[in-house]
């Protein structure tokens, strides 16, 4: 990874249809690697000019060792303690449709499938899928958090818990819980090509392009299999998020 791809990491980093991330996480998670031998490797003369992104992982992944070393409650509650009771009211047909990939969104449904088949998802697909949980379906994070651990090869209840406490907006450093990611554009962005949803959403796969991430505006006979149609709406689903929120953490 060093003598090849830390280069482009930090575009590559977001591009689920690229191999672009380290994949150390288990070997941090199970101690055949330590973060100072990584450390060590990217600070090295021949490599720190072009390793700055991938040594800020590193620090965040430390930081976030230091915070659960102090706060060891964020295992089972929120770091903003305004969540505390956050009146989550996510459908159980939700839930089962998200674990199953069977949303209606392709990038979203592409890493829940991923997930449960290699036991591995790219980081930017862990943030869409997660933001979608929370946000769009309003379910707990912690279900989320659970579900995730079960599954990753990398699964660290610490790593983890970060990150869907962000995703969730409701942990330390989190993104404001009012910013909600549009699935639609999260796709179009950073799975330009379709690659990433074809592969694991093999009913889009004959999509043409302009398709691929709005599937339910495409014509029946484009699909070769049956594929779902999206089980909310994008802005009916941020609009009841934000509202919801809201009310709850004005205390109103």
């Given at each position: 990874f060093l003598s090849h791809r830390v280069g482009n990491y930090p575009k590559a980093r977001n591009r689920?249809?690229?191999?672009?991330?380290?994949?150390?996480?288990?070997?941090?998670?199970?101690?055949?690697?330590?973060?100072?031998?990584?450390?060590?490797a990217a600070n090295a003369p021949e490599i720190r000019a072009h390793a700055g992104s991938f040594r800020r992982q590193i620090i965040w992944r430390e930081f976030a060792h230091d915070l659960m070393w102090n706060h060891p409650e964020l295992l089972n509650e929120p770091f903003r303690k305004k969540f505390i009771g956050f009146p989550w009211i996510g459908h159980e047909d939700h839930w089962q449709a998200w674990v199953e990939g069977r949303t209606g969104y392709?990038?979203?449904?592409?890493?829940?499938?991923?997930?449960?088949?290699?036991?591995?998802?790219?980081?930017?697909?862990?943030?869409?899928?997660?933001?979608?949980?929370?946000?769009?379906?309003l379910i707990d994070y912690r279900r989320g958090e659970a579900h995730f651990m079960k599954w990753l090869t990398d699964g660290d209840w610490i790593q983890n818990n970060f990150g869907w406490q962000w995703s969730a907006g409701c942990g330390c450093d989190a993104q404001p819980y009012f910013r909600v990611f549009n699935?639609?554009?999260?796709?179009?962005?950073f799975d330009p090509t379709g690659a990433y949803v074809r592969q694991w959403v093999p009913?889009?796969?004959?999509?043409?392009?302009?398709?691929?991430?709005?599937?339910?505006?495409?014509?029946?006979?484009?699909?070769?299999?049956?594929?779902?149609?999206?089980?909310?709406?994008?802005?009916?689903?941020?609009?009841?998020?934000?509202?919801?929120?809201?009310?709850?953490?004005s205390g109103s």
């Amino acid at each position: 990874f060093l003598s090849h791809r830390v280069g482009n990491y930090p575009k590559a980093r977001n591009r689920p249809d690229q191999d672009g991330s380290s994949r150390i996480g288990p070997d941090l998670k199970f101690g055949t690697l330590s973060a100072r031998q990584v450390w060590a490797a990217a600070n090295a003369p021949e490599i720190r000019a072009h390793a700055g992104s991938f040594r800020r992982q590193i620090i965040w992944r430390e930081f976030a060792h230091d915070l659960m070393w102090n706060h060891p409650e964020l295992l089972n509650e929120p770091f903003r303690k305004k969540f505390i009771g956050f009146p989550w009211i996510g459908h159980e047909d939700h839930w089962q449709a998200w674990v199953e990939g069977r949303t209606g969104y392709p990038i979203v449904d592409a890493a829940s499938r991923q997930l449960l088949t290699t036991g591995y998802i790219p980081n930017r697909a862990r943030m869409i899928t997660a933001s979608f949980l929370t946000k769009h379906l309003l379910i707990d994070y912690r279900r989320g958090e659970a579900h995730f651990m079960k599954w990753l090869t990398d699964g660290d209840w610490i790593q983890n818990n970060f990150g869907w406490q962000w995703s969730a907006g409701c942990g330390c450093d989190a993104q404001p819980y009012f910013r909600v990611f549009n699935p639609i554009l999260q796709g179009k962005k950073f799975d330009p090509t379709g690659a990433y949803v074809r592969q694991w959403v093999p009913e889009i796969r004959d999509l043409p392009k302009r398709f691929v991430h709005t599937p339910w505006m495409a014509e029946k006979s484009l699909f070769a299999e049956e594929y779902p149609e999206p089980i909310v709406d994008h802005a009916s689903a941020r609009t009841r998020f934000l509202a919801h929120a809201k009310s709850y953490l004005s205390g109103s």
